[in-house]
């Protein structure tokens, strides 16, 4: 056999050291791939059903010479045995093959433009009253008896506090 000198010729199978009952594990367990991050891929081990959370690992992809390869899992198996690689490695460049594995290296992440937002503080932004702010509305409602900022006053559209209540069933 001989070597490999460009990185047409060089497979992913070739990068990964791993054993026959490696190569039986990857093939009848049934596997899913997610791309979570840029060079990242979630592999889960979907035999285990309802369970399968519980089975499922992150898996580093670099490029080596041009050729994208698992490099790290998060798995106990790819800890602590550095002299084989673990089958959710070997299922990525097996079963995922190049398609994921150069998805996950050109995944982008999401940026959010908060320049364009209508809101300027982080009060405005975050609010717990269903989105609707007390202070543009305050020419709608009447004062609250106690001075709350957050009750519609005893006649206002909604829950007011005790007190309002209060004097809106006395009326």
């Given at each position: 056999?001989?070597?490999?000198?460009?990185?047409?010729?060089?497979?992913?199978?070739e990068?990964?050291?791993?054993?026959?009952?490696?190569?039986?594990?990857?093939?009848?367990?049934?596997?899913?791939?997610?791309?979570e991050?840029?060079?990242?891929?979630?592999?889960?081990n979907?035999?285990?059903?309802?369970?399968?959370?519980?089975?499922?690992?992150?898996?580093?992809?670099?490029?080596r010479?041009?050729?994208?390869?698992?490099?790290?899992?998060?798995?106990?198996?790819?800890?602590?045995?550095?002299?084989?690689?673990?089958?959710?490695?070997?299922?990525?460049?097996?079963?995922?093959?190049?398609?994921?594995?150069?998805?996950s290296?050109?995944?982008?992440?999401?940026?959010?433009?908060t320049?364009?937002?209508?809101?300027?503080?982080?009060?405005?932004?975050?609010?717990a009253?269903?989105?609707?702010?007390?202070?543009?509305?305050?020419?709608?409602?009447?004062?609250?008896?106690?001075g709350?900022?957050?009750?519609?006053?005893?006649?206002?559209?909604?829950?007011?506090?005790?007190?309002?209540?209060?004097?809106?069933?006395?009326?």
């Amino acid at each position: 056999m001989s070597d490999n000198d460009t990185t047409a010729d060089k497979s992913i199978v070739e990068e990964l050291n791993f054993g026959t009952k490696t190569s039986k594990r990857a093939t009848w367990e049934a596997f899913e791939f997610s791309i979570e991050a840029p060079h990242l891929v979630r592999v889960t081990n979907a035999s285990y059903g309802v369970e399968k959370d519980e089975h499922s690992y992150l898996v580093g992809v670099e490029d080596r010479e041009g050729l994208l390869t698992p490099a790290e899992c998060e798995c106990p198996a790819d800890q602590y045995n550095e002299e084989y690689d673990c089958k959710h490695k070997v299922a990525l460049g097996t079963i995922g093959g190049p398609v994921v594995l150069e998805a996950s290296v050109e995944f982008q992440t999401e940026s959010v433009d908060t320049d364009h937002s209508n809101t300027s503080t982080l009060s405005e932004k975050l609010r717990a009253d269903g989105g609707e702010s007390n202070r543009l509305n305050a020419e709608k409602r009447e004062e609250c008896l106690n001075g709350s900022e957050m009750c519609p006053g005893p006649n206002g559209d909604s829950l007011p506090c005790f007190p309002c209540y209060q004097s809106s069933e006395e009326q």
